[in-house]
């Protein structure tokens, strides 16, 4: 059976300097100044080395592989002096046999590189590409003959659910391979979540039958079944593989939007980049699940994991909560117009689909984002993004496929046709004036393309929490214009439901070392929560009140603290139908309204007491009247607006 030995501890790092200082992975280089600005970041190679003794196994009858879960961007292993793999592709898993190289005492060396080049995306992009060993370092021993382990990084194994539409039908094909493959037999078991089998068959490509399936019904019900293959040689069990399946259907419609298990199912939710203040992508578990926590008690129902393959950790906890997710690669922003750029994305496109096919959550692959921004080849990427296509069509049939195009990007543009569907990344209201330029966009698209199913992959505006005003206006980068920004486009989903999914940019505040802005260099302040995850903005409690059916109220505008005007505008964002405001002690007003709740509100000179209240709920802040307005309010310097191109 298997047996699996953890390599995250006791490396060796020589980094950009020349120095070697002892780390354990997960680990990256650029932790630090990938997210100071400038644009600067250290990319390049670095070296990791460790030794590790002979692990036990029989070498008669057992193989051994390392597994990497993710080294950005390219990777020499090394093992005792002979190169046993090479890997292009930051964010996916790789594996090799070194079962032949192994000694008593074994030195590893891995030459991760994360450098300019014209092969291996992404190349140019708003976020910081962080290089090293930045997920687990494995040691497997299987058996010789074992579900496959060197099948584009993945299982071994897939999981078709409802096959053709059938919820009582689910497809379990396996691979096998070793010296005994023409004899080994796969046994398979289905479990209820509760352990008890449901069917069972045995064979390498079988079709089951679940009586009365209980479905995946997103965040409602993320009900999952488990799968477990056995491979049985001479009546003994050499192999052992599982998962956690859930059982849905799902279908889009270009004026009813998405649908789950044949009901409308609006999708409304963020996009997320995996990295953290002091940290970059290095990730840890406890780090993931915050995050899908913060996710959950917004109240999003799916998942836009840009712009890359996520960590199975974060694919597992998006089953579990019930996300739908949009999964794509890292073809963004520049097509490189060479043989091995295109080979690249095809190669990562393989390992996404195969590494993850198993996740319920995942609904769509994603192909590209805003790859019209440098076009040099427009023809050349408009093939290569057909070729994608095809191939996540012949690769899992079972799902449909998008991409993101670029602002300006015009709805007529061909790229717009390639997939089963599209959605745009629109910042109409913070890139450019105008928040009712959002509904002639998207009315303009749905008129011309009555039969396209389009959705929002990216809409949003910069927040600084320590940036405030009473007069918000586009590019100020307030907390304030944030709020007002997504109140509008809350209100505009409301208005086109044929949306099939829309996603904020971001949930969180992230790394791109190129940008300077909001006074601070180096990141992109669009999300709802900070980078550090400390300080949820005002706009997260906004999108809770939307789609967190939970009972709230929310005073916005608690760290506007200093206001000079003798009357002042406090806003609450409650779902309660009716919200009290008092000042010092004194009722101000009660209104009725649809969420977003504003009041006129007078200030003493000195600290006033603000409390809201609706029903038992209650929220509290102090706001001090000044003479003079705060300066540290407003944004120094000329670093106020644009984008990292």
Same mark, same amino acid.
Request: hydrophobic letters at 40%; zero cysteines; glycine letters at 10%.
């Given at each position: 059976m298997r047996t699996s030995i953890g390599l995250n501890h006791g490396w060796d790092f020589t980094g950009p300097d020349g120095r070697t200082e002892s780390v354990n992975v997960p680990h990256t280089w650029n932790a630090i100044d990938g997210q100071d600005g400038g644009g600067d970041y250290w990319r390049g190679s670095c070296t990791y080395a460790r030794?590790?003794?002979? &692990?036990?196994?029989?070498? %008669?009858?057992? *193989? /051994?592989? +390392?597994?990497?879960?993710?080294?950005?961007?390219? =990777?020499?292993? $090394?093992?005792?002096?002979?190169?046993?793999?090479?890997?292009?592709?930051?964010?996916?898993?790789?594996?090799?046999?070194?079962?032949?190289?192994?000694?008593?005492?074994?030195?590893?060396?891995?030459?991760?590189?994360?450098?300019?080049?014209?092969?291996?995306?992404?190349?140019?992009?708003?976020?910081?590409?962080?290089?090293?060993?930045?997920?687990?370092?494995?040691?497997?021993?299987?058996?010789?003959?074992?579900?496959?382990?060197?099948?584009?990084?993945?299982?071994?194994?897939?999981?078709?659910?409802?096959?053709?539409?059938?919820?009582?039908?689910?497809?379990?094909?396996?691979?096998?391979?070793? &010296?005994?493959?023409?004899? %080994?037999?796969? *046994? /398979?078991? +289905?479990?209820?979540?509760?352990?008890?089998?449901? =069917?069972?068959? $045995?064979?390498?490509?079988?079709?089951?039958?679940?009586?009365?399936?209980?479905?995946?019904?997103?965040?409602?019900?993320?009900?999952?079944?488990?799968?477990?293959?056995?491979?049985?040689?001479?009546?003994?069990?050499i192999d052992e593989v599982s998962c956690r399946f859930g059982i849905r259907t799902f279908r889009v419609d270009p004026k009813e939007g998405f649908f789950l298990n044949g009901r409308p199912y609006p999708l409304r939710g963020v996009c997320r980049h995996q990295d953290r203040k002091g940290v970059g992508n290095a990730l840890t578990t406890e780090m993931h699940r915050e995050d899908m926590e913060l996710i959950r008690e917004v109240g999003a129902n799916t998942i836009r994991l840009a712009h890359y393959q996520h960590s199975q950790t974060f694919y597992d906890l998006c089953d579990e909560a019930g996300m739908v997710v949009w999964a794509e690669i890292p073809y963004i922003s520049m097509h490189m117009s060479t043989s091995e750029a295109n080979a690249n994305t095809e190669h990562q496109m393989r390992e996404l689909i195969v590494q993850n096919y198993n996740h319920p959550s995942i609904v769509c692959w994603g192909l590209s984002n805003e790859i019209t921004i440098y076009v040099r080849d427009r023809k050349g990427m408009l093939e290569n993004n057909a070729r994608l296509n095809d191939l996540c069509h012949k690769l899992d049939p079972t799902r449909f496929t998008t991409l993101a195009c670029y602002a300006m990007c015009g709805p007529f543009n061909r790229i717009a046709r390639i997939t089963d569907v599209v959605s745009w990344n629109l910042y109409l209201g913070w890139y450019v004036p105008g928040l009712f330029l959002n509904d002639l966009w998207m009315g303009f698209y749905h008129l011309t393309h009555p039969n396209r199913c389009l959705g929002l992959s990216e809409y949003g505006a910069e927040a600084m929490c320590n940036l405030h005003s009473s007069k918000p206006r586009r590019g100020d980068q307030t907390e304030e214009y944030q709020a007002i920004y997504h109140e509008y486009l809350l209100r505009f989903f409301d208005r086109h439901p044929y949306l099939w999914a829309t996603h904020v940019w971001n949930m969180f505040d992230f790394a791109a070392d190129a940008r300077d802005q909001g006074g601070e260099p180096g990141m992109n302040h669009k999300g709802l929560v900070t980078f550090d995850r400390t300080t949820k903005k005002d706009s997260f409690f906004l999108y809770k009140v939307w789609w967190n059916p939970e009972p709230m109220v929310h005073l916005c505008g608690k760290r506007y603290v200093d206001r000079p005007e003798a009357v002042t505008t406090v806003k609450v964002y409650s779902n309660q139908p009716e919200v009290t405001l008092l000042v010092n002690g004194e009722e101000v007003a009660t209104k009725a309204a649809d969420k977003v709740f504003e009041f006129k509100v007078p200030l003493a000179l000195g600290e006033n007491a603000i409390e809201a209240r609706a029903g038992a709920l209650s929220d509290t802040c102090v706001l001090r009247r000044v003479e003079r307005p705060n300066p540290s309010y407003v944004l120094k310097g000329s670093n106020t607006g644009g984008n990292w191109v």
């Open positions: 030794h590790f003794g002979r &692990p036990s196994f029989d070498p %008669a009858s057992e *193989r /051994v592989y +390392l597994q990497f879960d993710g080294v950005n961007a390219s =990777a020499d292993v $090394t093992l005792n002096g002979s190169l046993v793999a090479h890997h292009d592709g930051g964010y996916s898993t790789f594996r090799t046999d070194v079962t032949d190289e192994l000694l008593d005492d074994n030195q590893l060396v891995v030459t991760a590189d994360n450098s300019d080049n014209d092969r291996v995306y992404p190349q140019r992009a708003d976020f910081t590409f962080y290089g090293g060993i930045y997920r687990d370092v494995t040691l497997m021993v299987v058996a010789a003959t074992h579900f496959s382990l060197d099948h584009w990084g993945g299982p071994g194994f897939a999981v078709t659910p409802a096959l053709g539409g059938d919820t009582h039908k689910v497809r379990v094909q396996s691979w096998v391979d070793g &010296p005994a493959t023409a004899s %080994a037999e796969v *046994r /398979v078991s +289905l479990l209820d979540a509760s352990g008890v089998e449901v =069917a069972s068959g $045995t064979g390498e490509d079988l079709v089951l039958d679940v009586a009365e399936p209980h479905l995946w019904d997103g965040t409602r019900d993320p009900y999952r079944y488990v799968a477990r293959l056995a491979l049985v040689v001479a009546g003994e069990t």
